[in-house]
């Protein structure tokens, strides 16, 4: 893998450790409302604190919250949300993608047809759409994040079965008489797996981004427990009066975690397909 | 070729119903407007005589008949909270959308395609690596996030331009454009170009990609020996072919930039379709979210036929193909 790859696999291990350690992390528990001192509202960084040793690194936001521990809180959000829709999306477009591949004939038809349909619109607005019948939530918008997502995941499946099923090792096991679901979870889904991780991890960063802008929107998460992207919504009024912090610095963990994931891809791409790394 | 036109009309039409009766079904089930439109101490009675007079009573397969119906003379109902034709609010704010959409687009292509090639044409150099990292930079930087951090440099902090809204209108053929004067470029600019920044990306990707390949082709050897100069090889021979992909991605990616306007007219306050989908799902108007939906899908129904038919007609393989 390239050096830019392994930077960004530290930087989202590092990334995903501090939202895992978010609560011995953080200075501050920053859902408590109790702990928050509204004479410490929109303080900028590196204030001291009103009462007590504290000092608020990244400032503070309108509830006199600490930037760092909510950032690192809604750090831990948006990978939840970012990683549970991958996974699930992942899986149900694996289901789909092979059954097409497989059985071909009106199956492949009618699946891809349906997945043609869906990508012909931008997952932005169906996730729009599913939100504002659901309602916000966290369970809500893991699955409009999988509604927008998983025809990616079937199409790309079904790319790689196609050209893995015609191969010796696939006439091999089909001719020692296994049943088809063996072929297929134990011989064929392996070797479509290395793309599949390049299209997941291109996934994860859309996904997340794609949380964020809702929850900008302000049809995502609830507001009692900001993401990274509530988070920059809320600072975005105090923006204009010249209070940069509370809307920057969880922009600028989000664009770190963002361009990690993608720069993560890009290697990962180079690394299945080998012409490209000869380039 | 005519069969083709009627066939791909046809699958339009089809898609435009099933995509109606989603759109109907999902916002049906949005909540009840009810709740909204009566004063809370009105009575049961007055409550169930709104209903009535709505026709907010009937099973929703019947407001379904009814609103085919409706819509099929041009009527999508009334907003709830504007009392205004639902499709007449989203028409008049379109012009709006489709101006910050094609400004969008032209940024884009003018500012990714020349780059793209330039970064092609050398695939190993380090300019061509930083173009690489600048266009990975684009796909990753949040659309709405970028927006705010250009208010706040060029507005607030130099104060070059305005913060958010469009400028005077002016009608050109009965359509109001702000691009007609000075003060509408500068409310345009900062939207546009945050609107822009991922298609960009996507266009430099695209065109860097296509020329290396371009470069490789047999034509391009030949003309080489022919003694052709390289500005001749590349601004000729090279630009034709890659333009095929460009064209069709640009007319597609036109869609998404539509769509993606709803995030950008929201950091911007720029009034168009997109902010009116955000302030009526906030208020539960629900004909005007079925109106937003439902002229959004016809145009990219319509987008997706102009360039499938356009395609057509550029390459012959697919005009004349058994399976068009």
């Known amino acids: 893998m390239s050096r830019s790859g392994y930077a960004a696999l530290i930087a989202l291990t590092l990334l995903v450790g501090a939202a895992l350690f978010a609560p011995w992390l953080a200075p501050q528990n920053p859902y408590d409302l109790a702990a928050l001192d509204v004479f410490d509202a929109r303080l900028p960084p590196g204030s001291p604190a009103y009462a007590g040793q504290m000092h608020y690194w990244l400032g503070t936001d309108a509830q006199g919250r600490d930037m760092l521990s909510a950032m690192l809180y809604g750090l831990r959000i948006s990978l939840v949300v970012g990683f549970a829709s991958t996974v ?22 009618l699946v891809m047809r349906i997945v043609d349909v869906q990508l012909s619109f931008p997952a932005i607005l169906l996730a729009l759409v599913l939100l504002a019948v659901t309602g916000p939530g966290l369970a809500k918008i893991v699955l409009a994040l999988v509604a927008a997502q998983w ?17 010796d090792y696939i006439a091999a ?62 600072g975005f009024q105090y923006l204009l009066s010249g209070r940069y912090w509370i809307s920057v610095f969880p922009g600028v963990l989000l664009v770190l975690l963002l361009v990690s994931c993608n720069v993560l891809a890009d290697a990962l791409r180079r690394l299945a397909d080998p012409r490209e790394a000869a380039r | 070729m005519i069969a083709l036109v009627l066939r791909r009309l046809l699958q339009s039409a089809l898609v435009l119903l ?46 379904y008949g009814y609103f085919l119906v409706a819509a099929g003379r041009g009527d999508l109902g009334q907003s709830f909270i504007h009392g205004e034709p639902a499709i007449r609010l989203v028409l008049e704010r379109m012009p709006a959308t489709l101006e910050l959409a094609s400004a969008a687009l032209l940024i884009a ?12 044409l050398r695939p190993n150099s380090i300019s061509a690596r930083l173009v690489n990292g600048l266009s990975l930079l684009g796909f990753s930087l949040p659309t709405f996030w970028v927006g705010m951090m250009l208010i706040m440099l060029f507005a607030v902090g130099l104060g070059w331009l305005p913060t958010g809204g469009r400028g005077p209108t002016e009608p050109v053929f009965g359509v109001p454009l702000s691009i007609t004067g000075i003060a509408g470029w500068r409310h345009l600019l900062l939207p546009a170009a945050t609107l822009a920044l991922f298609k960009w990306s996507l266009l430099l990707r695209l ?57 950008t007219e929201t950091v911007f306050a720029w009034p168009g379709m997109g902010k ?40 012959p393989r697919v005009r004349f193909g058994s399976t068009a």
């Open chain 1, 88 to 109: 699930l999306a992942l899986l149900i477009g694996i289901v789909f993608g092979l059954i097409a591949a497989w059985r071909g004939g009106w199956v492949d038809a």
């Open chain 1, 151 to 167: 025809a990616y995941y079937a199409r790309a499946t079904r790319g790689v079965a196609l050209v893995e099923r015609n191969k």
């Open chain 1, 173 to 234: 096991a089909r001719l020692l008489r296994l049943p088809s679901w063996r072929v297929l979870a134990h011989h064929l889904l392996p070797n479509c797996l290395p793309t599949l991780l390049v299209v997941a991890a291109l996934q994860l960063a859309a996904a997340i981004s794609l949380e964020a802008t809702l929850s900008f929107l302000g049809i995502g998460l609830p507001v009692t427990e900001p993401s990274l992207g509530l988070l920059i919504a809320n």
């Open chain 2, 18 to 63: 099933v995509m109606s009766l989603l759109v109907f079904v999902a916002v049906y089930a949005i909540g009840d407007p009810i709740a909204l439109l009566v004063d809370p101490q009105a009575d049961q009675h007055d409550v169930a005589r709104v209903r009535a007079s709505l026709g907010l009573d009937a099973p929703w397969w019947a407001q």
């Open chain 2, 109 to 120: 292509l003018f500012a990714g395609v020349p780059l793209g090639l330039w970064a092609g």
């Open chain 2, 207 to 263: 065109t860097a990609g296509a020329t290396r390949e371009a470069m490789r082709q047999d034509y391009v050897r030949f003309a080489r020996a022919r003694g052709l100069s390289p500005a001749r090889i590349v601004g000729v021979h090279v630009l034709k072919n890659i333009l095929i992909p460009i064209v069709t991605v640009s007319g597609l990616e036109f869609g998404s930039l539509i769509a993606f306007a709803v995030v």
């Open chain 2, 276 to 315: 009116l989908l955000i302030d009526s799902i906030a208020v539960l108007d629900r004909p005007v979210v079925v109106a937003y939906l439902l002229i959004t899908v016809a145009l990219f129904v319509a987008i997706n036929l102009v360039v499938d038919l356009l395609y057509a007609l550029l390459d």
